[in-house]
């Protein structure tokens, strides 16, 4: 059934026996940094290619601040801590998500409330949410109230799915009449912008990961983005488990966390950072084909919303049904082309089935539809990366 469009996939990726959804392209000062990082010693917290990279992260998505961390998960879960959310508060986010965005709220002792994304951006419905805060919450001296569990909202977290940059501004007017903090999970959208304005850099604070299977990568690593110079102080204070600075004894005067970024890892980040633009134009141009290839299969290749311009990051098509979807994942991974679905929706994992929801049929809709493609920017390869 899917015969054409294995022999493209195929095609795109000549020579390999197995073809993985996403691997890094580690290309270009990778080993050059790592070396000179292991012969300065200096491959833990201390060292300058930590503030290296940051520096060249808060240039490229013009954020003011930006503090590096050791995954994506750390940086949202000091995020939603400098947002001022408490064990007991309630935080909005999206069902269609990796489960990180979620566990970080639940690290905390908050709960998540889930409300829909839309078809067309695969991100957080700005109406859907007025909807849910207009009919189930109240704003009393500046905090909004959930009307149902009596608890407080304190934040949302939109995430920009697939790097598909979300409708950002109108979330943000949304949550500003009702006092909610914007936190975007930007994990997925290095190189995404909306308006020409980086993802990641319109809440009061933003976070991005550089996983293995992201655009660019550290091994394991994220970034918190900001533009408050208070909240920037206080996310590397934290991340160094709150230990005062200007003292050489060990005064640590709140409960931190050790979540700062190791050297070693920033030393891979600066030379994939000086490889963003490549690896982002290789990656416009696949996408471009897919579309193309797609298009005259008369199958639905989703492509970047309105006023926004996406990384890419995953190539996904949009079947007619579930039946086709299964069908077409499993004619692709037979031929060990390891195409994905999208995650299951949050609200249907057991951890999380008791939260609170809104109508969620988009997010039902789209997930069972839509197939992520594989989207490495690799051609050659001598061995595969798991
Ligand atoms: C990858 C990802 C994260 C977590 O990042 P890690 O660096 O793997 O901890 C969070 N949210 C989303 C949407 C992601 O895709």
Not at 369 to 379: D, T
Request: with cysteine; net charge neutral.
């Amino acid at each position: 059934m899917f015969e054409d469009s294995i022999a493209f996939i195929k095609s795109e990726y000549q020579g390999k026996d197995s073809i993985p959804l996403h691997e890094p392209f580690l290309s270009g000062n990778a080993k050059n940094y790592v070396n000179e990082c292991i012969e300065s010693s200096h491959v833990s917290s201390v060292g300058s290619f930590v503030n290296r990279f940051e520096n060249m992260v808060a240039k490229y998505t013009n954020a003011t601040y930006a503090i590096a961390t050791i995954n994506g998960t750390a940086a949202l879960h000091l995020a939603l801590i400098l947002a001022g959310v408490n064990k007991g508060d309630e935080v909005i986010t999206q069902p269609l998500t990796y489960v990180a965005t979620v566990n970080a709220i639940s690290y905390i002792g908050a709960q998540p409330i889930f409300i829909d994304v839309e078809k067309t951006t695969l991100g957080l419905s700005p109406e859907k949410l007025e909807h849910f805060l207009k009919t189930q919450t109240t704003v009393k001296n500046g905090c909004c109230f959930n009307k149902t569990t009596g608890k407080q909202i304190k934040a949302v977290v939109p995430m920009h799915t697939l790097g598909f940059p979300s409708r950002i501004n109108d979330i943000l007017d949304v949550c500003q009449s009702y006092q909610l903090k914007v936190i975007e999970d930007a994990a997925e959208s290095l190189g995404s912008f909306y308006k020409d304005q980086h993802t990641g850099t319109f809440g009061l604070l933003g976070v991005l990961s550089f996983n293995g299977n992201k655009t660019i990568t550290t091994g394991g690593g994220g970034i918190i983005l900001t533009n408050d110079k208070a909240i920037a102080l206080k996310a590397k204070h934290l991340s160094t488990n709150a230990k005062k600075e200007d003292s050489w004894g060990y005064v640590h005067d709140s409960i931190g966390y050790n979540y700062r970024m190791p050297a070693l890892n920033a030393a891979l980040g600066c030379a994939q950072m000086e490889e963003l633009n490549n690896i982002l134009l290789q990656k416009r141009r696949l996408a471009q084909r897919y579309a193309q290839f797609f298009k005259s299969k008369s199958i639905d290749f989703i492509k970047e919303p309105k006023d926004s311009h996406s990384n890419y990051w995953l190539n996904a098509i949009c079947l007619e049904n579930i039946e086709q979807r299964d069908l077409f994942l499993s004619e692709t991974n037979s031929e060990n082309i390891k195409t994905r679905p999208l995650w299951q929706l949050m609200n249907h994992l057991d951890i999380y089935t008791t939260a609170q929801q809104g109508n969620l049929e988009n997010a039902i809709w789209l997930q069972e539809r839509i197939v992520n493609l594989p989207s490495s920017v690799v051609n050659v390869k001598n061995e595969a990366a798991e």
